[in-house]
């Protein structure tokens, strides 16, 4: 199993799917320390240090959930509630784990950002 596994050598960028608030700020850590760049959905990664986030906002998808659970405890059918997809999306870099990664981030992507940390 282990051998399938790359080596730190190996790996070019680090990705933080799901699970961002559990896991995400041991593995920023260990992404700094090998200098490699971290992509996640959730803000919390590039407030711990990550480079960049993109995705909806925890909030929005909490209120979203909220919602579903309310009425499907008023009795509607899961399968009859319509298919909701997040419109307001954050889009977070972190310019200080740029600099400590040794990468540079251009204007104009730094201009598309919703939040800047300097």
Known sequence: FSS?????????????????VVFGPSAV?????HRLPTMASQT????????????????DISKRAA?????????????DLPIEQPTNFDYVINL??????????????LARANRVIR
């Open 44 to 59: 919390v990664i590039a407030d711990a240090g990550g480079l960049m986030t993109y995705g909806a906002p925890v909030t």
């Open 96 to 109: 200080k784990a740029a600099k400590q990664i040794g990468l540079t981030i251009p204007p104009n992507v």
């Open 29 to 33: 850590t260990v992404a700094i320390q």
């Open 4 to 20: 399938n596994l790359p080596t730190i050598q190996q790996v070019r960028f680090c990705c933080c799917p799901g699970r961002e």
């Open 67 to 79: 919602t579903y659970v309310d009425k499907i405890l008023k009795v509607a059918k899961p399968g």
